[in-house]
């Protein structure tokens, strides 16, 4: 009887135990294992946002808000150790209630960690913890109290002091057992503190059967007809290739550009038609085979660019012809090399089988995105976390430097600009964005030494020929100016631009080079449909004689 006693004893000590608060190291070991990122693409295939989820069964079966999928069309998870997984399709969803249910590709059958339900009642004043990514931050432990059960448009919502961030949407809101209580989704940023998760548990999880995401996304995880590659342009990283579409009536190429150049207040960008190897064009390279340009959303000359204010991008698409054969490598280029923007050597088999997912590169196109909406401080603050992993990164470099100067802030703009240089004396981006700080700042002498450094590293760009001869003109080295404007007047660029003539129209006459002067005059009158460009032509024409 005694030693029955002793078992019974042993038995209830241990179950009451379990059924206590687990140490908090063991929670967050756990659920790290149990949680992950979401990263999403939007119909550009450019970078979404990012948000957090859990798995609720070792199959790999997640849970998230609704809102961190709504609208992409594509989405990768990361888990603790790094792992990336690709979201397969949406199992069952619910707006209002902002639960959306997702099945993984798990193509090895990867059996993974997951998390479990509370089955107990929720009372105010209940410890919990949340483990997330807020703004980008992976492993985020933050923990507090049940501060109010509320019933609002999500149906039970939990207040909670625990804090979350933009980042945190769709991460696990847990008890002291390390169970699942709520899905972390909004905050009031007009209060102190004010966090909010909606209820969840088996009961509710089980009766989530209807799917209005599948209405509402349609393009979600679209499959071979179109292809994410996020591909730089091999000169000019601000410049990207996101992906490539087959459609039965044309093939599209989405593109952004991000205008991080300080000679360009308005940068204008343009796609040429009728050009044929000038203007854009694929190029199926295991057929030898090149698909022309047929239309685009900017501009289609110089004269009628389409804008794209500094600091700011915009999104935009080529199309080609339908494309009824498998292509499998491929360039895409503007023009003969050297002259446009090229994205070459693409692998299309490489990205049709894995969806590739570069973290770094996902956060710097997050931060470009944040500037085509118009939230300079957003991206500064990613630009800045992206330093302090790499202060030497002179992409973050630049576009602080350029953030700075927009926000009037020179002596910080200086700073970041001169930081590139150091870190990278070879790259001619900060040299040209600095050259044109110390011109803003009236001091000619190191602005044309910035930009003759940019010339001396890269001599094949005539748009820097342009901008130093016009700071020549300003110094009125007008020898100076002459020969940079010839220089950019070699390049097919210039040849037909009635601007460039016209002022080195100018520069010749200053220099006292008369007939050179009415030669250029008369050129950009015949080039020239422009009636106030006619004027200023003809007043100069009577100086000149």
Request: glycine share 6%; charged share 25%.
């Amino acid at each position: 009887m005694k030693n029955l006693l002793f078992v019974i004893s042993i038995t209830l000590i241990a179950l009451f135990s379990s059924c206590g608060p687990k140490d908090v190291k063991t929670i967050i070991a756990d659920t790290k294992e149990a949680s992950f990122i979401i990263y999403t693409y939007d119909e550009y295939g450019t970078p979404a946002g990012s948000g957090s989820g859990f798995f609720i069964d070792a199959n790999g079966t997640g849970i998230t808000n609704y809102h961190v999928l709504d609208g992409a069309v594509k989405a990768m998870i990361t888990l603790s150790d790094s792992t990336e997984l690709e979201i397969d399709k949406v199992i069952a969803s619910d707006s209002k209630w902002d639960i959306i249910k997702f099945s993984i590709k798990n193509p090895s059958n990867k059996k993974l960690k997951y998390l479990k339900f509370a089955n107990k009642q929720l009372e105010q004043g209940d410890k919990v913890y949340n483990i997330s990514a807020p703004m980008g931050l992976e492993q985020t432990v933050s923990d507090g109290i049940i501060s109010s059960l509320r019933e609002d448009s999500h149906g039970q919502v939990v207040q909670i002091t625990a804090p979350i961030s933009p980042g945190s949407s769709g991460s696990a809101i847990l008890n002291d057992n390390g169970d699942v209580i709520a899905v972390a989704t909004f905050l009031h940023r007009g209060g102190q503190n004010l966090n909010f998760g909606v209820a969840i548990d088996d009961t509710k999880v089980a009766a989530l059967t209807q799917n209005e995401f599948d209405k509402k996304n349609s393009n979600f995880n679209r499959k071979d007809d179109f292809i994410i590659m996020n591909v730089p342009d091999e000169k000019n990283s601000t410049v990207v290739l996101h992906a490539l579409e087959f459609k039965k009536d044309a093939t599209v190429a989405y593109l952004t550009y991000t205008n991080l150049d300080m000679a360009y207040e308005n940068m204008a960008i343009w796609c040429q038609l009728n050009k044929k190897d000038d203007g854009f064009y694929i190029e199926d390279k295991e057929h030898n085979r090149k698909y022309y340009v047929t239309s685009s959303t900017i501009g289609a000359d110089k004269a009628n660019g389409t804008d794209v204010a500094l600091a700011s991008s915009i999104k935009f698409k080529i199309y080609f012809p339908a494309i009824k054969d498998e292509l499998h490598n491929i360039d895409i280029c503007e023009g003969k090399e050297g002259k446009g923007w090229r994205f070459i050597n693409i692998d299309l088999d490489k990205y049709r089988e894995h969806f590739e997912y570069d973290p770094s590169e996902y956060i710097r196109e997050y931060a470009y995105t944040s500037m085509h909406k118009g939230d300079l401080s957003g991206a500064s603050s990613i630009f800045a976390s992206m330093l302090e992993d790499d202060p030497e990164d002179v992409l973050a470099l630049n576009a602080m430097g350029i953030i700075s100067y927009v926000v009037d802030n020179n002596s910080d703009a200086l700073y970041y600009f001169s930081k590139a240089i150091d870190s990278h004396p070879n790259n001619t981006i900060a040299y040209l964005n600095r050259g044109q700080l110390y011109k803003y700042q009236n001091d000619y002498e190191k602005a044309i030494a910035d930009i003759s450094s940019a010339i001396n590293i890269d001599p094949a760009t005539p748009d820097h020929f342009y901008i130093r001869g016009s700071m020549y003109m300003t110094k009125e080295n007008w020898a100076k100016a002459v020969e940079d404007f010839s220089k950019a007047i070699e390049f097919d660029d210039y040849k037909s631009d009635p601007t460039i003539y016209y002022i080195r129209a100018i520069a010749y006459a200053q220099n006292k080079n008369l007939p050179a002067a009415r030669n250029d005059v008369q050129t950009a009158y015949n080039l020239t449909n422009d009636p106030e460009m006619e004027k200023a032509l003809q007043q100069l024409w009577k100086v000149l004689y």
